[in-house]
């Protein structure tokens, strides 16, 4: 089945750590996207990659980092220097332009700092 | 810039009781809009979305959704819910400008057997 595989489904960080959370999709999607969500605040995007070797910052990037080497993968680093990680991560992908098109959403990656 | 609000944070409904869930938006040009929905611990599904055409548009699982743009509102409707429909529901609108996705910050449905 074609879709967005998203692991590891819990992490746990100690402070100071970094982390990635890795996220692979089969469906030969161009694009693909990082969002955090955090309760009563909806999904913030953090990183997207429209192309291979290329991404941009969303709206919340600082303390993050991506990578985009193949098209099928767009794993997430959450370093140090993000001061409140604990959130729901959650990768998807799109065939065509974000803002008009079904974005396909991964199960997501809940991650804990301890 | 482009927003989206949804009032209602909780909602409780009895299962075979109608369900409405409210969604406003802000954007200055005709908008892309859409409903999703996420199952405790899961990512999110599509629902509906509209661009132009019929202001009433069919989803998939029976929603249905109104545009109304005097009321910049793009509201949700299920006549009969089922326990199934237990989820959170995001409201999202996009623009072409910066191909931004902007989500509300959602709505808890929770369904009383």
């Known amino acids: 089945d074609g879709g967005i595989t998203q692991s590891p489904k819990y992490l746990f960080r100690k402070e100071g750590q970094n982390v990635t959370l890795s996220c692979e999709q089969n469906?030969?999607?161009?694009?693909m996207y990082w969002y955090r969500q955090d309760p009563g605040q909806g999904l913030r995007l953090i990183y997207y990659s429209q192309i291979v070797n290329d991404f941009q910052k969303g709206d919340i990037a600082e303390g993050y980092s991506v990578s985009r080497e193949k098209k099928e993968s767009f794993p997430l680093t959450v370093t140090s220097a993000q001061k409140n990680p604990t959130a729901f991560y959650l990768c998807?992908?799109?065939?065509?332009?974000?803002?008009?098109?079904?974005?396909?959403f991964g199960q997501g990656t809940r991650l804990t700092v301890v | 810039a482009q927003s989206v609000t949804q009032p209602d944070i909780h909602i409780t409904v009895s299962e075979g009781a109608s369900l409405e869930l409210r969604c406003n938006y802000s954007y200055g040009a005709t908008p892309y809009l859409f409903w999703y929905v996420q199952s405790p611990g899961q990512g999110l599904q599509l629902l509906l979305k509209y661009f132009s055409g019929d202001t009433l548009v069919q989803g998939i699982k029976g929603f249905e959704a109104e545009f109304k743009r005097s009321q910049s509102s793009f509201n949700l409707r299920k006549p009969s819910v089922h326990w199934s429909d237990a989820a959170e529901y995001f409201c999202a609108v996009g623009a072409a400008a910066g191909n931004k996705l902007t989500f509300g910050g959602g709505t808890r449905v929770l369904v009383k057997p």
């Open positions: 998807a992908s799109t065939q065509g332009a974000l803002w008009r098109t079904e974005a396909f």
């Open positions: 469906l030969n999607h161009d694009a």
